[in-house]
């Protein structure tokens, strides 16, 4: 069948099950989105206030619902305007992927109006990225794209198309998608650019000799990281942990990987874990990380990081071994099928003493009860963990506040907690969170912030009322950059430059601006009155949370310390 390119890739697209896209349109891309219109009642198009915004929903979309997402954007600065997305989306594993449109190729390398070599750019935080100049190839390249992005270690791939490729006819042959990887000259294309579309068997060696170090350890830990998430291998890691009879550590990104109200999580580890984690991971024997790249947030001084113990990594990515902490053993491997093989070969563990030991340490910071005017972080956690459902949705943006949240908000499954914990991307929550409720429209979706991160991209609170989207922001609000407070408190001899924040807006006048619903609360009561009447709502709604400015996150291990040398405790 004889089809231009634009509608070409509205077909592959729909061959992959596409049904929702995050973008905004230009020039260059106005073919696709011409065609686009045709698509209506099977493809439906948010359109955001700002291209980050678009990248950031189509990531939340992925994380929350375990698809691809989907981030159209024009050429120049609109596909530039993705990058912070994508190098988001790339450091988490999060797969999407983007399509951008460029000039027309007789305009390449004249500085036309409106053009970036974004392949070029976007190269180093990319999993693969792709210039397409030729109608003819168009089709296997978005299905190619497709399947790097969600085979192996996820993660983001970008399509930029030259303009006149998208009006150009060829011959289109539909291709369903489990026929893909054994099409002839596609299947070579996608097992050549992913290495292994199907990722290989973990070796049953490596697996033994892993239960045997298990079987000798008596004083083991486990860690779930981000890879027990992006698997969706909670369940397996939940009947491992509990073979081992173990307490497990949990990082940033693992969040959702294993529930946090399970009587053996001993909270987050690393630069703001517990006491219980960090003392745990200093006395072990045995570390086994799942799914764990040992960041420096997680391994702050990697010689003297579980130096008692012999360290296991399990990881789907070969490169990660040995990367950032020399390691005693790995095995490579999908993290769901690595601990099926672990679980089907391991006996019922016991090791009380050892548990007694390591619980005796908090799990948890303790806080004084607020002042007159203010909340503490904990309370307002709490809050919101006794009012919302226990199924609810939390995107973060970062910063104290996100810290908090993973302290004291126990997540149950994967895709629960949204944060960008490896970029570290201010403004990603908001956008995140517009991705979950779209993919997640029966879940209460809340959006949790700071002063400081909503006002880098509060403008998509219009995308959250044109689209009827009644999500949640609650704003931890100290008047202050709050974590970069916190290191000029600690680190610079309080020399606070530049992060007092004592300005506009008013939240609550901006939430009403957009047509949303916003309250000021000062109390647990108001607080919770405040969340009632927002989850009763069916729009949008705003709740700026007062807080002390000089609230600190609690406890904190400096980078380059030992995990166990506290700051503050």
């Known amino acids: 069948m004889l089809m231009t390119g634009a509608k070409i890739l509205m077909e592959c697209l729909l061959e992959q099950e596409v049904d ?89 390398g004249k500085d036309a109006f409106q053009e970036v070599d974004i392949t070029g750019i976007t190269m180093p935080i990319t999993k693969c990225n792709y210039m397409v100049r030729d109608v003819k190839k168009l089709a296997d390249i978005v299905r190619e794209a497709f399947a790097i992005a969600r085979s192996g270690r996820p993660g983001p791939v970008l399509i930029d198309i030259v303009k006149n490729v998208t009006a150009e006819k060829t011959e289109f042959t539909p291709l369903p998608r489990d026929e893909h990887a054994m099409h002839g000259k596609l299947g070579a294309l996608i097992r050549r650019a992913s290495h292994d579309l199907k990722t290989p068997e973990p070796d049953i060696g490596d697996v033994e000799r892993l239960v045997d170090m298990i079987r000798d350890s008596k004083k083991p830990l486990l860690v779930c990281g981000g890879g ?11 009947a491992l942990a509990e073979r081992m009879d173990t307490p497990v550590a949990i990082t940033v990104m693992g969040g959702g990987g294993f529930c946090g109200r399970n009587p053996l999580t001993t909270g987050i580890i690393g630069m703001h874990g517990s006491q219980a984690s960090n003392m745990a991971c200093d006395a072990c024997d045995l570390l086994v990380a799942v799914g764990c790249r040992f960041s420096d947030r997680v391994a702050l001084d990697p010689p003297t990081f579980a130096k008692q113990a012999k360290i296991v990594q399990i990881d789907i990515d070969r490169a990660e071994i040995n990367k950032n902490v020399e390691v005693d053993h790995h095995i490579i491997g999908d993290a769901k099928r690595v601990l099926q093989l672990i679980n089907e070969r391991l006996e019922q563990q016991n090791h009380e003493a050892w548990k007694d030991y390591v619980f005796s340490f908090k799990t948890e910071v303790e806080y004084d009860s607020g002042h007159e005017h203010t909340m503490t972080p904990k309370q307002i956690s709490d809050t919101i963990a006794k009012t919302c459902p226990q199924d609810t949705i939390v995107a973060t943006d970062v910063g104290q506040h996100q810290m908090w949240v993973i302290q004291h908000f126990h997540y149950d499954y994967p895709g629960q907690l949204l944060t960008s914990g490896g970029f570290g991307t201010m403004g990603f929550g908001l956008g995140a969170a517009i ?19 909503f006002r880098m991209n509060c403008h998509e609170l219009c995308t959250e009322e044109f689209y009827k989207l009644p999500i949640i922001t609650i704003i931890y609000n100290n008047q202050t950059l709050g974590m970069v407070r916190q290191w000029q408190t600690l680190i610079y001899n309080g020399h606070y430059s530049q992060t007092t924040l004592e300005r506009g807006p008013d939240f609550v006048k901006l939430a009403e601006a957009y047509g949303l619903g916003g309250k000021r609360v000062c109390t647990v009561d108001e607080l919770e009155a405040a969340l009632k009447e927002a989850l009763a709502s069916d729009h949008g709604y705003v709740i700026d949370c007062a807080i002390e400015m000089d609230e600190m996150v609690r406890p904190m291990v400096p980078v380059g310390e030992k995990i166990t040398k506290f700051l503050v405790v």
């Open 435 to 453: 991705g979950a409720k779209v993919g997640n429209p029966e879940k209460t979706v809340i959006h949790i912030t700071g002063d400081g991160c």
């Open 20 to 108: 929702t896209i995050f973008g905004y349109p230009g020039g260059t891309i106005l073919n696709v989105y011409d065609e686009l219109y045709n698509y209506g009642d099977k493809i439906r198009h948010y359109l955001t206030a700002h291209e980050q915004g678009a990248a950031h929903a189509a990531d939340g979309y992925a994380r929350s619902t375990g698809k691809v997402g989907v981030c159209f954007a024009t050429s120049g600065p609109g596909c530039t305007n993705l990058t912070t997305g994508i190098a988001t989306a790339y450091m988490d594993s999060s797969p999407i992927v983007f399509i951008t449109c460029n000039v027309n190729e007789g305009l390449l």
């Open 228 to 238: 027990v998430v992006r698997s969706r291998a909670h369940k397996e890691f939940l």
